[in-house]
């Protein structure tokens, strides 16, 4: 009996250390397969994670999904995960750059508002015909507000780090469509987060105005110190320290920071990776080239570690043999309409000043871009307990299929030049998942 509990642990870690190394490996060889198809290696490891869960490892004798993951192991994974989504995060705020915006300001905000407005309002009236449906999350009622919110909220992102990687591989980045989109999707994201702190503190307070307005209290004097306080103390610590080249020291803060802002967005009612993206965004970026090398290269080592464990639970959440008939309608509903508001929303302002049709619809594809920033939404509305398992598979399935059809139906670089003349843009130097 005393050597009980120790050897259960020990089996525990085995078959953790084992899963990892499983996920790895599934992720690198589907990963450079989606490359082969002009598709982003995210497209390739999101897959792995569907594949190694019920709707394809699950389909062999064996049960297969729950020997290599057992029920056990399955909340170590979650919290690998987790810590891998933080850092990401981090990366992601402290990577977002202005001068990426700054030559399409204007134009920039016109097609992001464009299109996450009406996407936002396609998925509100989405939830509305689906909410009769999905009402309920593990016998617990969820308020239509809730459902509604996030369901505009999923609509509305543009995955920043993978509309990047897209624009790279097809040498887009230095053409007027490619500046546009980059600045558009990055003003997205900002918005997806401020939508996906709205709609955690919505769920926290559970119908509570009186709660609601505390977290908005909370929240806003939490920016507030984060901005005041936190950031010019980061800009006299990062000087300081690398000046007197204390690399290690300064990365193991940053992470260590990363961390306790997660957790006191947490502690306030919004979910964590609002935290670690706004500590990220008040970090200094200057020595640029210094933190690049020292620090930010370190962080996306860890990163192709951790995340791809992010997509296997992702993906062991996703069962399309758990649909019915009425949920494919309903999915192939909310692909239409996903793809109806990110097109039209950008198309709009995009012709209205002077895009030619081409870039507009280029345009429209490279904003409809859903990827890691939809999935990280999805995971916290099922951690919310907004989402029940069905209408997680349908949505995790509409981000890959509108991610993936961006790369084949662009215009080639050629076809854009001879349309108008290139625009040089700043190359981002965001994630490139």
């Given at each position: 009996m005393i050597t009980a509990a120790p050897a259960a642990q020990e089996t525990r870690m085995a078959f953790l250390l084992a899963g990892i190394a499983v996920v790895l490996l599934t992720g690198i060889v589907l990963g450079r397969y989606a490359r082969h198809?002009?598709?982003?290696?995210?497209?390739?490891?999101?897959?792995?994670?569907?594949?190694?869960?019920?709707?394809?490892?699950?389909?062999?004798?064996?049960?297969?999904?729950?020997?290599?993951?057992?029920?056990?192991?399955?909340?170590?994974?979650?919290?690998?995960?987790?810590?891998?989504?933080?850092?990401?995060?981090?990366?992601?705020?402290?990577?977002?750059?202005?001068?990426?915006?700054?030559?399409?300001?204007?134009?920039?905000?016109?097609?992001?508002?464009?299109?996450?407005?009406?996407?936002?309002?396609?998925?509100?009236?989405?939830?509305?015909?689906?909410?009769?449906?999905?009402?309920?999350?593990?016998?617990?009622?969820?308020?239509?507000?809730?459902?509604?919110?996030?369901?505009?909220?999923?609509m509305s992102v543009t995955a920043f780090p993978v509309l990047a990687r897209i624009l790279s591989d097809n040498r887009l980045l230095d053409l007027r469509v490619g500046g546009l989109a980059l600045a558009s999707a990055a003003i997205d994201d900002v918005l997806a987060w401020c939508l996906l702190a709205y709609v955690s503190a919505l769920v926290s307070a559970d119908g509570d105005f009186s709660e609601l307005a505390g977290i908005g209290v909370l929240s806003v004097g939490y920016v507030a110190v984060m901005f005041l306080v936190v950031r010019p103390l980061l800009t006299r610590l990062v000087w300081r320290w690398a000046g007197a080249e204390r690399w290690s020291s300064l990365l193991v803060v940053l992470c260590a920071g990363a961390f306790l802002s997660?957790?006191?967005?947490?502690?306030?009612?919004?979910?964590?990776?609002?935290?670690?993206?706004?500590?990220?965004?008040?970090?200094?970026?200057?020595?640029?080239?210094?933190?690049?090398?020292?620090?930010?290269?370190?962080?996306?080592?860890?990163?192709?570690?951790?995340?791809?464990?992010?997509?296997?639970?992702?993906?062991?959440?996703?069962?399309?043999?758990?649909?019915?008939?009425?949920?494919?309608?309903?999915?192939?509903?909310?692909?239409?309409?996903?793809?109806?508001?990110?097109?039209?929303?950008?198309?709009?302002?995009?012709?209205?000043a002077g895009l030619s049709w081409r870039e507009t619809k280029d345009l429209g594809l490279l904003m409809n871009t859903r990827g890691l920033t939809e999935l990280i939404i999805l995971n916290a509305a099922v951690g919310l307990g907004v989402l029940d398992d069905r209408m997680f598979t349908i949505m995790v399935i509409m981000a890959l299929v509108t991610t993936a059809m961006a790369g084949p139906l662009l215009s080639r670089r050629e076809q854009l030049q001879a349309a108008l003349p290139p625009q040089p843009v700043a190359d981002p130097v965001g994630p490139r998942s």
């Open positions: 198809l002009r598709q982003p290696a995210v497209i390739g490891e999101i897959t792995a994670g569907i594949v190694l869960g019920p709707s394809v490892l699950g389909l062999l004798p064996g049960d297969l999904p729950h020997r290599v993951f057992p029920a056990d192991v399955r909340p170590l994974l979650s919290a690998v995960s987790q810590v891998g989504l933080v850092l990401f995060m981090f990366v992601v705020g402290w990577e977002f750059e202005k001068r990426l915006i700054r030559p399409h300001a204007g134009l920039a905000a016109g097609v992001s508002l464009g299109s996450i407005a009406l996407a936002f309002g396609l998925g509100v009236a989405v939830a509305g015909l689906l909410y009769p449906y999905h009402s309920t999350v593990a016998g617990k009622h969820i308020p239509f507000t809730a459902f509604a919110v996030f369901m505009g909220t999923a997660a957790w006191a967005t947490s502690m306030i009612g919004i979910h964590a990776i609002f935290g670690a993206f706004l500590f990220g965004f008040v970090l200094p970026r200057e020595p640029a080239l210094l933190l690049a090398r020292h620090v930010r290269k370190p962080l996306d080592t860890i990163g192709l570690v951790l995340l791809p464990v992010f997509f296997v639970v992702t993906g062991l959440g996703v069962d399309l043999g758990a649909l019915g008939g009425g949920d494919y309608l309903a999915l192939v509903l909310v692909i239409v309409v996903a793809c109806t508001g990110k097109l039209l929303g950008a198309a709009v302002p995009a012709r209205l």
